[in-house]
């Protein structure tokens, strides 16, 4: 099961760091990454993290605005958001890629264990 947290209403511009915690799945083992989908739109990957965090990838909308991490010891990861825009508005989800293998993308069939989910809304 996956659990994410953090989400909730803030002013463009601001921050939310957003949790995802596992529980009866050993996330040190995956590929793990944060994916959004605002009303009207398909799920897109925005960012993601290998095994061991040694790679990372990032949707060009958030480069350098977001930051994806992971903490093994307490099987969660997080994503940090610093300058939101309304274009961010969206239900962000975390999820696994339960194939162990090197990471090539971030896209969300590639992705098989998904939490249900939490808002994020920057008004305009």
């Known amino acids: 099961q996956l659990l994410e947290s953090g989400g909730g209403l803030v002013q463009p511009g601001g921050s939310l760091r957003l949790s995802c915690a596992a529980s009866?799945?050993?996330?040190?083992?995956?590929?793990i990454g944060w994916f959004r989908q605002a009303p009207g739109k398909e799920r897109e990957g925005i960012s993601c993290i290998s095994r061991a965090g040694t790679s990372t990838l990032y949707a060009d909308s958030v480069k350098g605005r977001f930051t994806i991490s992971r903490d093994d010891a307490k099987n969660t990861m997080y994503l940090q958001m610093n300058g939101l825009k309304p274009e961010d508005t969206a239900v962000y989800y975390c999820?696994?890629?339960?194939?162990?293998?090197?990471?090539?993308?971030?896209?969300?069939?590639?992705?098989?264990?998904w939490g249900r989910g939490t808002q994020v809304t920057v008004p305009s």
């Open positions: 009866g799945i050993t996330l040190e083992h995956y590929n």
């Open positions: 999820a696994v890629d339960n194939l162990v293998a090197p990471m090539t993308s971030c896209q969300p069939y590639e992705y098989d264990y």
